[in-house]
Structure formats: C-alpha cells, structure tokens
C-alpha cells in the first residue's frame, strides 16, 4: 500500500501528535466570563432585544410624527381660508 | 371601525410577538467550560458554567465529553463519561474525568464536546469545547473511550434554543428579522401599485404606491439600524462589511433615490410617472441584493454563504410559532402607517382641499 499519510486513520494520529504541542485554544469563553459583562451584554444580552424593540417604536413614532406635520399643514391650508 | 379588522389583527399580533417573544424561556445551555486544554492520561476536573440550569445534586446531574466520531455499532460512542460530579449551585458545577492515554484510532479530531443532562433542565451541549493534548499514538485505547450515550433527559415546556453567541438576543429574530420580510412585502405591494398606476393613470395607485415605498424604507432604515446594534453585541462591531449588510445598504439607496428622483421632476404628472416605472426597476434590484448575491458569498448572516437557510438551531418550531406571525403583524403595521400617508396625500390632492388653499 501506499505511504502511510493518504490513510485518513494516519492523519488522525498525525493530528493527535500535532496536539502535543499545545493546541491553538485562547480560552475565550472563560475570558469573557471573567471580564465584568457591561450593560447590554449582562443577562444573556436581553437589552440588545429591550434596543432592537426601542428603536423600532421610535422608527413607527417618528414616522407618526411626521404624517401627523403634514394633516396640520392641511388644516392650515384649509382653514385660512374660512 | 368597519373594514379595520386587520389593524385589530396587526395590534393583537404585535402584542402576542411582544410577550411570547419576550416572556418564553431559552432552553438551558452551557456558558463556558474550564480549562479548554486538558492533558491524556491525567485525571481532569472540568468546570461548567450553565445558562438558565438548576444543577442540583439531588437531581444528579450526568456529565459526558463525546469525541467527534461516527457513531458506534449498537448506540455507542466514543466517549466518557465523568467520574465524579460535584454540583457548586445552580448554574455551576464541576466534574471530574479520568482520561486514557491515547484517543481511538477513527476519532475525527482531538476536539471533545461536553454533554450535560440532568433531570430539570434535559440534555444540553457545548460542540468541541474541550482541546485534548498529549496523545499518545496506537495507545489502543479505543475500548475505553467507548460509551453508551442514552437514557437522555428531555426537557418539557415552551423554549427557544440557546446559543452561547446569541444568548437571549435570538429574540431579535421576531424584531429585526420580520421588519426584513415586511419590507419585501411592502415593497412587493409598492412594486404592484407602480404597475398599476402606469398601466391606468388613476392617481390612488400613486399615492399607495409612494406610501407603501416610503414605509418600506423607514423599515429598512429601522432594519439596519437594529441590526447594527445586534451585530455590536453578538459579531462584535456594527458593521463588519458582511456582504448581506452591504447590498442591503445599497438597496436602501437605491430607494433612496426613488425620492429624491421624484422630488427633481418639474411637473407633478412626470414624478408620478418616472417614480412609478423606477421603482419597478428598484424592486427587481431588491431581490437580488437581498436574497441571491448574499447567498453567493461567505456572510455572517444564517441562510447565506452556502450556509443553510434558517432552521435547526437558528429557527426552530417554537421560533416559527412567534416569528411568521411576526412578519404578518409588521407587515399589517407598515400597511396601516402607510395608509395613513396615502389618505393624508390623496386629501392634499383633493381638488376642494387645493381650491381651499388656492382662495
């Protein structure tokens, strides 16, 4: 047969010695724990949600605001003329 | 209150999206574990950080690391399970493992998941968290990495799933994901008054028209916007240049343009009708830069990159439940702020509303 490295069972083992020497792991989960979660990201990042929902009512009210500015100015037009 | 039955409907959907997207548990998970580098051949004490879980001992919670493996004949798998669980309280527990020296000859990779199952919260699992080092080739150890992985707890009741990225932020799902798919509708619903409106003439089609486009830019305004903020917290900065995120923008100024065409025309007949047959052209440039070029590249984005659309931990059944109605009622609230807009032109337009003005 050929040479042992176009077994896959060998490059698993050839991995496994790559392991030896220690494996690209940075820890990041841990590091996140360990460092005070700030506002948003505390409590699972529940207010990014509480956020998201804010911006989107401040969106409908702006846009609220603004149908509202027009129908004044109609009723204006209209009554200045009466 | 005749004929508003689908502003009640948008306001009663709205209300079950805000509670049930907001008040229904995520499934418990596993935050962290510690250390991530564990030597063979050494015994090792793990420490698992859980979310939403009431690890207790009586509840005798049962920890496992299972190697990435084809499954066994028979059910098992390569695995271990812990030797020793000492439970710290409710979302913290440690658990003790007694490594062999070497890893099975058809493991995958030297990577191992961690499984915990306990009785209140079922079986959840954190995929290759744990870096196994120090492997000794043709250990022959393959007898003791073999385990039976069954007898799992399922949990009960109404949850979303838990990932470790999203955390409760999945929520966004039913905020900043359904204002996308309202928008293609509202912008579907523009696209066919546009039509209309060029193919007869009658002026109502262009009021619903520029209501409907001008709506679906505000909820594309709103989309990116709150994707931004999602994206802060979960890719780690606002704006990764993600290929969805960029063709989005686009299409949000391509719409853009749409009034700023109309408002350069010199009559009011021609903005009307160079608005009407370009944003025909603006929606078969949305679906494109929405939903087929993102799909063509690598992204952040689920559904996109070769990724699978959305399903399996992304969007799972209890997700859908609170996510279509979603889109409906954002949909019917875009309608109704819309409709607003277009009575408030048509009555502008009114031929005795002008001649009142004109007086």
């Known amino acids: ?82 | 209150m005749k004929g508003a039955w689908w502003k009640v409907l948008a306001v009663v959907l709205m209300f079950y999206v805000l509670f049930a997207g907001m008040l229904i548990p995520l499934k418990s998970g596993i935050q962290a574990v510690s250390p991530q580098t564990v030597e063979l051949g050494q015994p090792v004490e793990l420490a698992v950080t859980g979310y939403n879980t009431h690890f207790d001992p009586a509840r005798g919670p049962r920890v496992w690391l299972k190697l990435n493996a084809d499954t066994l004949v028979g059910g098992s798998a390569y695995g271990l399970a812990a030797a020793a669980v000492v439970v710290d309280g409710p979302q913290t527990l440690r658990a003790t493992f007694v490594l062999p020296e070497g890893l099975p000859d058809d493991a995958k990779d030297y990577y191992a998941s961690v499984i915990v199952d306990n009785a209140a919260d079922g079986t959840f699992v954190m995929p290759s968290v744990v870096a196994l080092a120090n492997g000794r080739a043709d250990s022959g150890d393959d007898a003791a990495w073999t385990t039976r992985f069954d007898d799992f707890t399922a949990a009960t009741g109404m949850t979303f799933p838990y990932r470790a990225l999203l955390g409760e932020s999945i929520r966004n799902q039913y905020f900043h994901v359904s204002l996308w798919f309202s928008l293609m509708l509202l912008m579907l619903a523009a696209a066919v008054y546009a039509g209309r409106y060029l193919r007869s003439g009658d002026l109502r089609h262009d009021y619903r028209s520029e209501a409907l486009t001008r709506t679906g830019l505000l909820f594309g305004i709103l989309g990116l916007v709150t994707g931004m903020v999602w994206a802060n917290y979960t890719w780690g900065k606002p704006w990764s240049g993600d290929i969805k995120q960029n063709m989005t923008a686009i299409a949000l100024l391509i719409y853009l343009a749409y009034f700023v065409l109309r408002a350069s025309m010199a009559s009011d007949q021609q903005a009307r009708r160079v608005g009407a047959a370009y944003n025909l052209f603006a929606f078969a440039m949305l679906i494109p830069l929405l939903y087929i070029i993102p799909r063509m590249r690598e992204s952040l984005h689920p559904g996109a990159g070769g990724n699978p659309g959305f399903g399996g931990e992304d969007l799972d059944s209890t997700m859908r439940m609170v996510f279509y109605p979603g889109i409906i009622g954002f949909t019917l609230v875009g309608l109704w702020l819309a409709q607003l807009w277009w009575r408030t032109q048509a009555l502008a337009n009114n031929p005795r509303v002008i001649a009142a003005s004109d007086l």
Do not use: C
């Open chain 1, 1 to 82: 047969m050929g040479s042992p490295t176009t077994k896959p069972k060998n490059g698993v083992r050839e991995g496994a010695a790559v392991a030896k020497t220690k494996p690209m792991s940075t820890d990041l989960s841990l590091l996140l724990l360990q460092a005070p979660p700030d506002f948003f990201r505390s409590i699972g990042k529940i207010y990014v949600v509480v956020a998201v929902i804010a911006i989107v009512l401040i969106g409908f009210f702006v846009s609220l605001y603004l149908v509202e500015r027009r129908i004044s100015k109609l009723e204006n037009q209209v009554n200045q003329d009466e």
